[in-house]
């Protein structure tokens, strides 16, 4: 088998494939632990830098509070909630929180306000707000039951992002001002009631808000994630040079395996046991395998590289210019005639071999010996015709059998009446003898129509061959022909049947006898199989043999070529043979001699 065409290579960009797919596997394993480990750090820090803004916030709202309660002051020992330092402007709270929120821009911090339990802007750090609602996604009575902080994410009218930090508002009062304050109160009224400073002006601003501006925080977040994204190039990168060296390495090898995967696949096509033959576009043929060589009788290197058209048989020639013209796949079971070779019978599979872009590459042959398997499908139709034929010949036997029982009595009848005139009583003995020997045909019938019943035994087989021979001895040594029993010693036993094994040999051995002249030789040989574990008794004469045209008759009821016979001893013997499990096969040439085969398993 010489190499492909080059139209029948792999195209160069397949090597690049390896790389492709080393990547994509280094991406899907190493990808997923990357995002996992960079999400899990970026989720850590947006979790400090919502504590370090949550705890900003908190120191915040508590100067607040110290400050605003630093601004009330005592009168006449109590608190009525109207002493304020005098050189205070009247609302000094919304100056303090504009005056802050000014200060404290460089710190972070957007707004501060103060809010009522129904969520309006009692003080704002931008006066203009003051009096309006705030957001509605707030439940504002809840939060007089939780002292603890509260935050959100959310932005202000000029879209800026702010961590607003919230809770309930609680002014406390220096400690020198808290002096003298009545912890007794018996005012409980609100939880917060002892808690914030008794008589604050403005009872409805119970809820403070800080705004932090999350700018500086979002840019730093961008920055991060302009390095994750540079982490996540670098790491592409880092797969592309393990993807490179692993395709260096993996290319050497592929160059050093190459002849190695190119002789194994030499060897695989020579060796396969179906035939193989590849053309080229132009019906060149390009590739020839060993099975090819044997079933068509071709030496391959004598062909190869020339045309199909006068190297190939014309059936195959013909078939090839089908498939050229329709470009569909064709299968076909065909009888080849090989001239001096003879016919064989192949099913034979044609393709169009192309690439994935559909361009024509060239065409493939494939093709088996169909010949035992046609052999086969005659047996079976043989088989079914005997049995469709033993069916009616048992009918037709018990239909006849009954009247001539009566008509071989109403002989033996006149026989005796008329035994006083000879040439009346040899008819009726004639009548009798003809009876008889319809009844043994009849007989002999319903012996092959019934079922064969066989009782299997462990025998050696030289035993029962001896026995047969002995029986056609005497008749053998009357008309001149000489036995050739030859089994070798060691020969193991055999499950058969005795008695229907001995009416096997001793019809064959009979119809060889019946065939030869004096002079000729019945040779019997045993040969034991023991890698199949089967045993080959081959019976051979030198007789007239079988004219071609009968040798697949040979088996048949009723089919015989001597006058006297019934032509059911052999169809009887390829009954007893199948029961057995067993082959039978006939070879003859005229004028030389037969040659019967009977392969039977050991158990």
Same mark, same amino acid.
């Given at each position: 088998m010489t190499d492909m065409p080059n139209s029948f290579q792999s195209p160069g960009k397949e090597k690049f494939r390896p790389m492709i797919w080393i990547m994509l596997g280094c991406i899907l394993i190493l990808l997923p632990i990357f995002i996992f480990w960079t999400s899990d750090n970026i989720s850590r820090q947006k979790l400090a830098i919502e504590r370090l803004l949550l705890e900003k916030g908190n120191n915040f709202i508590n100067f607040t509070e110290f400050v605003i309660g630093g601004m009330m002051v005592p009168s006449g020992g109590q608190f009525p909630g109207t002493g304020w330092y005098p050189e205070l402007n009247q609302d000094p709270i919304q100056e303090y929180l504009t005056n802050a929120t000014k200060s404290w821009k460089a710190l972070g911090v957007s707004y501060i306000f103060l809010t009522d339990l129904d969520g309006n802007i009692t003080k704002h750090s931008d006066p /203009?707000?003051?009096?309006?609602?705030?957001?509605?996604?707030?439940?504002?009575?809840?939060?007089?039951?939780?002292?603890?902080?509260?935050?959100?994410?959310?932005?202000?009218?000029?879209? #800026?992002?702010?961590?607003? &930090?919230?809770?309930?508002?609680?002014?406390? $009062?220096?400690?020198?001002?808290?002096?003298?304050?009545?912890?007794?109160?018996?005012?409980?009224?609100?939880?917060?009631?002892?808690?914030?400073?008794?008589?604050?002006?403005?009872?409805?601003?119970?809820?403070?808000?800080?705004?932090?501006?999350?700018?500086?925080?979002?840019?730093?977040?961008?920055?991060?994630?302009?390095?994750?994204?540079?982490?996540?190039y670098l790491l592409l990168i880092g797969f592309a040079g393990i993807s490179l060296l692993i395709l260096v390495q993996a290319y050497r090898t592929a160059q050093s395996s190459l002849k190695k995967i190119k002789l194994l696949s030499d060897n695989i096509v020579d060796n396969m046991p179906i035939g193989l033959i590849v053309l080229d576009t132009n019906s060149v043929i390009a590739s020839f395998n060993n099975i090819a060589e044997t079933l068509l009788h071709i030496l391959g290197e004598n062909i190869i590289g020339k045309a199909v058209k006068g190297n190939l048989p014309e059936?195959?020639?013909?078939?090839?210019?089908?498939?050229?013209?329709?470009?569909?796949?064709? &299968?076909?079971?065909?009888?080849?005639?090989?001239?001096?070779?003879?016919?064989?019978?192949?099913?034979?599979?044609?393709? &169009?071999?192309?690439?994935?872009?559909?361009? $024509?590459l060239g065409y493939i042959i494939l093709f088996r010996d169909l010949s035992e398997v046609q052999a086969l499908k005659k047996e079976v139709e043989r088989s079914t015709r005997l049995a469709s034929i033993g069916r009616l010949a048992a009918?037709? /036997?018990?239909?006849?059998?009954?009247?001539?029982?009566?008509?071989?009595?109403?002989? #033996?009848?006149?026989?005796?009446?008329?035994?006083?005139?000879?040439?009346?009583?040899? %008819? /009726?003995?004639?009548?009798?003898?003809?009876?008889?020997?319809?009844?043994?045909?009849?007989?002999?019938?319903?012996?092959?129509?019934?079922?064969?019943?066989?009782?299997?035994?462990?025998?050696?087989?030289?035993?029962?061959?001896?026995?047969?021979?002995?029986?056609?001895?005497?008749n053998a040594e009357e008309r001149g022909v000489e036995l050739d029993i030859n089994i070798p010693a060691g020969t193991p036993h055999?499950?058969?049947? @005795?008695?229907?094994?001995?009416?096997?040999?001793?019809?064959?051995? $009979?119809?060889?006898?019946?065939?030869?002249?004096?002079?000729?030789?019945?040779?019997? @040989? &045993?040969?034991?199989? @023991?890698?199949?574990?089967?045993?080959?008794?081959?019976?051979?004469? %030198?007789?007239?043999?079988?004219?071609?045209?009968?040798?697949?008759?040979?088996?048949?009821?009723?089919? %015989?070529?001597?006058q006297s016979g019934t032509g059911l001893g052999l169809a009887i013997v390829h009954r007893i043979i199948e029961s057995h499990n067993g082959e039978i096969k006939v070879e003859s040439e005229q004028e030389k001699g037969t040659d019967i085969t009977i392969t039977l398993p050991l158990y």
């Open positions: /203009a707000q003051i009096g309006k609602k705030y957001s509605e996604y707030i439940d504002y009575p809840s939060l007089i039951h939780f002292s603890g902080l509260n935050k959100r994410e959310t932005r202000d009218k000029s879209g #800026t992002k702010i961590f607003e &930090v919230y809770r309930v508002f609680m002014p406390k $009062l220096a400690p020198m001002q808290s002096h003298g304050i009545n912890r007794n109160s018996g005012n409980k009224s609100s939880r917060f009631q002892n808690e914030r400073i008794p008589g604050f002006p403005e009872e409805g601003s119970r809820i403070i808000f800080v705004g932090l501006d999350m700018t500086y925080i979002e840019a730093r977040s961008k920055e991060d994630s302009r390095e994750v994204l540079k982490g996540f059936q195959l020639t013909e078939l090839v210019e089908e498939l050229q013209q329709n470009k569909k796949d064709l &299968v076909k079971e065909l009888e080849i005639d090989l001239d001096e070779h003879g016919k064989i019978y192949l099913d034979i599979n044609m393709s &169009v071999l192309e690439d994935n872009s559909k361009n $024509l009918g037709v /036997a018990h239909e006849i059998r009954n009247p001539l029982s009566s008509i071989k009595g109403f002989a #033996t009848y006149f026989g005796e009446r008329y035994k006083d005139v000879p040439e009346d009583k040899n %008819t /009726a003995q004639i009548m009798v003898n003809e009876v008889e020997r319809l009844n043994r045909v009849i007989s002999q019938l319903l012996e092959f129509a019934r079922p064969v019943n066989i009782s299997k035994n462990m025998l050696d087989i030289r035993t029962v061959i001896n026995h047969s021979a002995k029986i056609i001895e005497r055999i499950s058969i049947d @005795s008695d229907r094994i001995n009416q096997v040999f001793l019809n064959l051995f $009979l119809n060889s006898l019946e065939a030869m002249e004096p002079g000729g030789k019945l040779f019997v @040989s &045993v040969d034991y199989d @023991s890698a199949n574990e089967v045993m080959k008794i081959k019976v051979a004469d %030198t007789g007239k043999g079988i004219a071609p045209e009968d040798i697949g008759n040979v088996f048949d009821p009723y089919f %015989t070529t001597k």
